[in-house]
């Protein structure tokens, strides 16, 4: 059985990227008959109050992408929400910490900054490595001071994998991504632990999202090993641009869906995301049903797509 799933996160009014995940999501796993489930990426409630999250299930509903498992529907899940998933992570965490992975990071933001090296992609930075090798001593003294995030320890070790649209992809764990969050420091437990634990316990077999995430994604194939679950399948979709070329940001709330709810019905956009996709040549007004028939991975361009005027603002 295929399940794919949508995860947001609720940090603000859906945007034209989420949606466009979300309908790819939707149109992947329903073309082969397979279930959607809907989890609430909530991890930092303060920045994802509950609103959002209710607006994002008005949201979908208004796009008509339905989902069998998460919020409304139920499910096997004890819940779909993150925020309520720590005991989850928790166990995991332990897991890595019997294996001798994990280590106390007391690095402050600023020290973070001025010690790491810029990723070469996209401007993330590696961490450097400085608490790595603390004595007992050490770690002690410091802990007096300051509450420590924790890091996984990752090995000189290459992780490949082929991206159901993206094609091979490979990383070198130490130089490209370096030991990782895997709690911060207020005790939130990071992204890339908690979506592997979840997206391991809800079965889910497909994961697609935004090229943004790809080069997170060998560090999540190192945690499926380490935790002995089995990874799904990748497909990595292009970002969307604002029509000059830019990244678009939720911040500057350029692509929310308050402006543009009032003036485009939901049949008339997934016309044009779709469209944009490759898919559906004429942009003419349709449903999600009706894209299934036309929907491939293959007819899906590569590079990054550029809004145009219309559906911008
Ligand atoms: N919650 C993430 C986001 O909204 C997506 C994570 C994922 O798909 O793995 O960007």
């Known amino acids: 059985m295929i ?9 603000g009014r859906i945007h034209l990227g989420n949606i466009l995940c979300c309908l790819l999501a939707w149109l992947s796993a329903r073309q082969k008959g397979g279930k959607i489930v809907l989890r609430m990426e909530d991890l930092d409630t ?4 509950r609103h959002y999250a209710r ?21 096997p899940d004890m819940s ?7 005991d989850f992570y928790q166990a995991a965490l332990e897991k890595l910490e019997a294996l001798n992975l994990v280590y106390p990071c007391f690095c402050t933001r600023a020290e973070l900054h001025a010690a790491s090296a810029p990723h070469p992609e996209d401007g993330l930075t590696i961490y450097a490595g400085t608490c790595r090798n603390l004595t007992f001593d050490e770690r002690a003294e410091r802990a007096k001071r300051r ?6 320890r990752v090995p000189a070790q290459t992780w490949s994998f082929i991206d159901g649209h993206m094609g091979p992809c490979r990383q070198r764990l130490d130089r490209d991504c370096g030991d990782f969050l895997l709690r911060r420091s207020d005790r939130i437990f990071a992204y890339q632990l908690a979506v592997v634990v979840d997206d391991a316990a809800m079965g889910i077999t497909e994961v697609v999202r935004g ?44 692509v929310g869906l308050d402006s543009l709810q009032t003036r485009i019905t939901a049949e008339e956009l997934l016309g044009k995301l779709a469209q ?35 559906l911008f603002k």
């Open 46 to 49: 303060a920045r994802c109050p």
């Open 147 to 152: 509450s420590p995030a924790l890091r996984l």
């Open 80 to 86: 779909y929400f993150q925020s309520q998933r720590t």
């Open 211 to 254: 090229a943004d995430l790809l080069s997170s994604t060998p560090r999540q194939l190192f945690l499926y090993h380490l935790l002995e679950l089995t990874p799904p399948k990748f497909y990595h979709l292009p970002l969307l641009l604002a029509p000059d070329g830019r990244r678009l940001s939720k911040r500057n709330a350029d």
């Open 55 to 75: 607006q994002m299930i008005e949201d979908l509903q208004w796009l008509g992408l339905s989902w069998d498992q998460g919020p409304l529907t139920g499910g």
């Open 3 to 11: 399940v794919g799933r949508f995860a947001p996160s609720p940090s």
């Open 276 to 310: 944009l996709s490759g898919f559906h040549p004429s942009g003419s007004p349709v449903s999600a049903p009706e894209l299934l028939s036309e929907f491939s991975w293959e007819k899906v361009p590569k590079n990054h797509i550029r809004l145009p005027e219309e």
